[in-house]
């Protein structure tokens, strides 16, 4: 043993000799003293954890695209020709922010399409320059000052609204919420009119929230209808059925498919319907002879009231009642501050009988991913248990194994209090990751005290420790430092588009390594020498 130890002692380098001469200094000092590093690695934890709820939160972190989508609604029942005139202004407006490249612009959808929309809808694709700086430009904003730029440009826009996103992130919310906003509130009931009027205090009370931009109601107006209302009794006393009424006028107005016309490799639907004088003139609607079950004719105005009004140009429902969405986005402040805000600003607004408000978005997505996670976290850490039994055959080892992912936690919360990410589902699964990752150094710790005691005969106690510690010393840094090196790519490059998901994983797996490292060459042996008894007795431990 001692002229191995001496050969091994010489052919290390100066750094490496350095490196142990400091951790021997290190554990004459701590194992004395297991209690004292204990005490202050738990309050280190216990201060990383009391600052995890100041932390902010988010589905998923900041997007940098290098584009934005930006939806411009004007009011329904605009002309095309006036919707892209708007679209016109309001791409000369951008065109006029040093930071944008170029701009696209879509007015209105075809029917056909999967996001079909009307003429009054205009979407705008924006380029920015590379950096965000436009040539000859040397003052560089910041991406959110760009923004807001935008979203004053475009507020000057009379009866326009703007909702400003990324293609990407644009899409996600639609998925999430069925809304091209981060935030989405819903409101609920049977009465259109009432919904309105509750959407619209809804918007005006959350409008003054710091941190919330592009707030806006679903676009609504009536439009002239023709009104046909079934007098219930004098149908059914000429033996109809007001629905199969209301059925057959409906396919007489609107028209019905009775088959199809094949154009070469087109294929055209039939359609059957009144003409345009008949569904338009209110004399003629009425003359509509209605055939009874006895084969007499009445004519339509003996059963129904026909008359002109006025009526809204959309219902919308979800899971069968009606709603009015409010949609909102989050700037320059966190998402989860904001809807908390959001939330409380709410309470106060009227609600007619029988409606109700929801709110959802990324932040409602959030929640449910934070619970998934946790639940497969807790199953993850149980396999992990049993499988460090099966190894070891015992239970104090297990749990000082396991005892070495607390210490990565808090690296890992002052990694992201320092890179000032939001807590998201992309720094959860860092967090997974680490707890894997940072067990490594103390298995291969605890199983060396074991080989020297129960191979080379070393007596178990400080000396046996002081000696694995060191021995190990070099195989931790080297297992910590390989895995560090490869992330700190990812971990500094935040601004970068189509990192945006794999910084925060990379920044939570490197400061949890830092700390765990660290931590483990203090902690580590003092807690072994002072919790585990000899390895001859464990088993009956």
């Known amino acids: 043993g001692t002229p191995a130890k001496a050969a091994g002692a010489h052919a290390d380098s100066p750094l490496v000799r350095w490196l142990k001469r400091l951790d021997r200094r290190l554990l004459a000092a701590t194992l004395p003293r297991p209690g004292l590093t204990a005490g202050i690695t738990g309050a280190m934890l216990l201060a990383a954890l009391a600052s995890v709820p100041f932390l902010g939160t988010s589905f998923l972190p900041p997007f940098n695209e290098g584009t934005a989508t930006i939806n411009l609604l004007a009011a329904p029942g605009t002309a095309l020709s006036e ?3 708007l679209g016109t202004i309001a791409e000369k407006l951008l065109l006029g922010v040093p930071e944008v490249k170029s701009t696209g612009r879509r007015t209105g ?51 326009v609204t703007a909702s400003i996103g990324q293609p990407i992130s ?55 209808q023709i009104q046909v209302q079934v007098d219930r009794t004098e ?10 009424l209301t059925e057959t006028l409906e396919g007489a107005i609107a028209g019905t498919t009775v088959g199809q016309v094949i154009d070469g490799v087109r294929t055209l639907d039939l359609v059957v319907r009144y003409d345009a004088p008949w569904r ?58 904001v809807v908390a805000e959001l939330r409380a600003a709410l309470e106060a607004v009227p609600r007619p009988a029988g409606a109700w408000i929801s709110v959802g978005g990324q932040f409602e997505r959030q929640r449910e991913a934070t619970r998934a996670i946790a639940l497969l976290s807790l199953l993850s850490l149980a396999g992990m248990y049993a499988v460090l039994f099966a190894h070891f055959q015992s239970h104090r080892l297990a749990i000082q194994v396991m005892l070495n992912i607390p210490m990565a936690l808090i690296g890992a919360v002052a990694a992201i209090w320092i890179s000032g990410q939001p807590l998201s589902v992309a720094t959860l699964v860092g967090f997974v990751t680490l707890c894997g990752i940072a067990s490594r150094n103390t298995i291969l710790m605890i199983t060396h ?3 020297l005691v129960e191979n080379e005969g070393e007596p178990f106690g400080p000396e046996m420790v002081a000696r694995g510690s060191v021995e190990r010393l070099v195989p931790v840094l080297m297992t910590a430092l390989c895995a560090g090196l490869a992330l700190l790519p990812l971990a500094f490059a935040g601004g970068d588009p189509g990192k945006e998901i794999l910084t925060p994983v990379a920044q939570v797996i490197l400061g949890g390594l830092i700390s765990s490292t660290l931590l483990d060459i203090v902690v580590t042996p003092g807690i072994y020498l002072w919790w585990n008894p000899p ?7």
Do not use: C, W
């Open 535 to 541: 390895p001859s007795r464990e088993a009956a431990a």
């Open 109 to 159: 959808r075809a029917e056909a399409d999967e996001h079909a929309e009307g003429v009054h809808y205009t979407e705008i694709d924006v380029d920015f320059y590379p950096g965000d700086r436009a040539p000859g430009v040397t003052a560089q904003r910041p991406r959110s000052a760009v923004l807001a730029d935008i979203r004053a440009r475009l507020a000057l826009i009379p009866g």
């Open 170 to 224: 644009h899409r996600l919310d639609h998925m999430l919420s069925g809304v091209r906003a981060g935030i989405a509130i819903k409101v609920f009931g049977d009465d259109l009119a009432a919904l309105r009027l509750t959407a619209d205090a809804v918007a005006d009370a959350i409008r003054p929230i710091p941190g919330l931009v592009d707030v806006s109601v679903e676009p609504q107006v009536l439009v002239p």
């Open 280 to 337: 338009t003139d209110l004399s003629r609607l009425g003359s509509t002879p209605v055939v009874l079950p006895d084969g007499r004719a009445v004519p339509l105005g003996n059963l129904a009231s026909i008359h002109t009004g006025a009526g809204p140009n959309q219902i919308f429902h979800e899971n069968g009642r009606r709603r009015v969405v409010i949609s909102a986005n989050t700037a320059d402040r966190d998402a989860g501050e």
């Open 83 to 85: 919707s892209s005139a």
């Open 235 to 244: 149908a059914r006393r000429f033996g109809i059925a007001p629905g199969r």
């Open 449 to 451: 005290y074991r080989h």
